[in-house]
């Protein structure tokens, strides 16, 4: 009997330690792996589509690695996903205040204390994420009279498609100046957050961030202005120009790159390549994807397009430099058929057709 129960008794502490195992030995990439396995391959593919190359390496080694998993595992790891889901939507709802109040009357203070902290140091909730769920032309009548860094402040925190119905609304006079700011900006510190935050606090819920936050700068200002229509554009680049040629010539350079060539109908490639002096053509080429060579030769007669073949064959290495001054100086033509009319390039947003 002493021995059955020895038996028993190491059963049980073996029991125990699985619990215990489930609870703090998996790693946030090993309940991703498992969660993936549990809800099966084709919801799995579809959330795949979602994720960076990397973080798919990481999270296909993560489950290339697991072994049995436990029905106990399955469930807590399940339970866990679904607090934070409940949790995220109620941060999205009404802010964090909100969310822990909702949450500690069906799960408890603690709990409810767990999943917060959980949540908010994972997702790391960026500044202003509560004006990101305001319809942006309300937005623009609740900002507009605002100082423009701060407006600039705000835009460079929201998806570009918002910053960019805003941006092409404010007065003219405004725009260019919020356009320069963004594009300088930097990081900012999180006491000057706050003190934006505050002052749009009364109308919307406050999340702040506790660490230093890069937002705007010249990528964010190319992103934004690719998706204002061209007479916001233009006007915003001209005015630039008068004020900082340098950082308008910055911009116009990444606001459309060689490789969205690509994005021209057959009549506006043959267009830019009868302005396109053919060895800097050929430069141009040199390193770019089979889609932007295949783009162009099919715009060339068969004897052109063999001529441009041998010349880059023949060409031999070019230094990376030469190669993107030739392709910056296609951009150039592209841009300038472009402000005269005769070629189009279609922009996000835009509707497609022209009369």
């Known amino acids: 009997m002493a021995k059955s129960s020895s038996t028993s008794g190491t059963s049980g502490a073996a029991a ?56 106990a595992q399955k469930d807590a790891i399940l339970q866990e996903f679904q607090e934070l889901m409940m949790a995220n939507q109620f941060i999205s709802t009404g802010g964090i205040d909100y969310a822990r109040e909702l949450l500690e009357k069906s799960l408890g203070s603690q709990k409810a204390i767990d999943i917060i902290n959980r949540l908010t140091s994972s997702l790391q909730v960026r500044p202003f994420d509560f004006i990101r769920r305001t319809d942006p032309t309300h937005l623009l009548n609740f900002i507009q009279q605002e100082h423009p860094q701060t407006i600039a402040l705000i835009l460079a925190y929201l998806e570009p498609k918002a910053s960019s119905t805003i941006l092409q609304n404010l007065p003219q006079e405004v725009q260019s100046d919020v356009a320069r700011r963004i594009a300088k900006m930097d990081r900012t510190s999180p006491e000057v957050l706050r003190e934006v935050e505050r002052v749009l606090e009364k109308k919307l819920s406050t999340l702040s961030s506790e660490d230093f936050t890069a937002a705007g700068g010249v990528e964010s200002i190319v992103e934004i202005l690719n998706l204002v229509d061209r007479a916001s554009e233009k006007y915003i680049i001209e005015q630039l120009e008068d004020e900082d040629a340098e950082l308008a010539e910055e911009i116009k350079k990444r606001m459309f790159v060689f490789e969205d060539i690509v994005m021209l109908d057959d009549r506006a490639i043959q267009k830019v390549m009868r302005e396109v002096d053919s060895q800097e053509l050929a430069k141009a080429l040199k390193s770019v994807d089979t889609e932007v060579q295949d783009k162009i030769f099919r715009n060339m007669s068969k004897r052109a397009a063999g001529m441009l073949k041998e010349d880059m064959e023949y060409m031999g290495p070019v230094r990376l430099k030469d190669v993107e001054e030739s392709q910056q100086k296609i951009v150039s033509i592209i841009r300038h058929l472009e402000d005269t009319g005769e070629i189009v390039v279609a922009r996000s947003g835009e509707d497609e057709l022209v009369v």
């Open 16 to 71: 125990g330690s699985s619990k215990k195992k489930v609870k703090t030995e998996n790693t946030g990439r090993q309940k991703a792996a498992i969660f993936l396995v549990t809800i099966g391959s084709e919801i799995s593919a579809e959330i795949f589509k979602y994720l960076r190359e990397d973080e798919i390496e990481t999270l296909t080694f993560e489950i290339a690695r697991l072994e049995t998993i436990e029905p």
